[in-house]
């Protein structure tokens, strides 16, 4: 599960500058909640009822969060607008269970199973905004358009497919959940492993 949030900014400028650039960095930050239960069907009940809110009524087990903001400067060039600078910042935000208590040696390997799966469902979130931000950069870079003396139009080309690109990954974060989480998917699997049951 995650949760995406876009932000543009823009910095003016006003001299002349090379080509455009573009780079992008990624943040990550890891949080935990501590759960505890002597069954598999206990710690699916504490995840149900501690993990992150999914939505008003429902939690998730896991969840990926990001926000991506994008800090971009423009600057006439030989009767262009050229989009001069443009920083990317993702920052991702992974949320997992924590077993905080005393477990069988049975269940600590059927939960190390479980969590090595919850671990990789969420860092594939992860990867595809990785990959949206290398598209981001891909889609700027070298934007420049003529007849724009405020480069009021680069700014609004540049945002636009920044988010043109945002949309199209988001598309494809939905996808991943909507395989990963349908009937006999591989997060019911998961689930199921977790409790002992074939």
């Not at 009021?152 to 636009?160: I, M, N």
């Not at 974060?173 to 977790?194: K, T």
Request: with cysteine; charged share 25%; aromatic share 8%.
């Amino acid at each position: 599960m995650r949760l995406p949030v876009l932000v543009c900014l823009v910095a003016i400028g006003a001299l002349c500058a090379p080509a455009a650039s573009a780079a992008s960095r990624v943040l990550v930050q890891t949080r935990n909640y501590d759960i505890a239960g002597n069954s598999g069907a206990a710690l699916i009940e504490a995840m149900d009822s501690k993990g992150p809110k999914h939505g008003f009524t429902t939690r998730a087990i896991a969840q990926t969060a990001y926000t991506v903001n994008w800090d971009f400067d423009t600057g006439q060039d030989n009767g262009f607008c050229r989009l001069r600078r443009a920083n990317g910042t993702l920052n991702l935000f992974y949320t997992y269970p924590r077993v905080a208590s005393a477990t069988t040696p049975a269940l600590r390997k059927r939960w190390n199973r479980f969590f090595a799966g919850v671990r990789a469902h969420e860092e594939t979130h992860g990867r595809i905004a990785r990959q949206m931000m290398q598209a981001t950069e891909k889609s700027i870079t070298g934007l420049r358009l003529a007849d724009d003396p405020f480069c009021y139009k680069t700014r609004s080309e540049a945002q636009r497919r920044i988010r043109d690109v945002f949309a199209e990954y988001e598309a494809r974060q939905n996808a991943f959940d909507a395989s990963q989480h349908r009937d006999g998917g591989h997060v019911e699997h998961l689930i199921a492993a977790l409790m002992g049951k074939p």
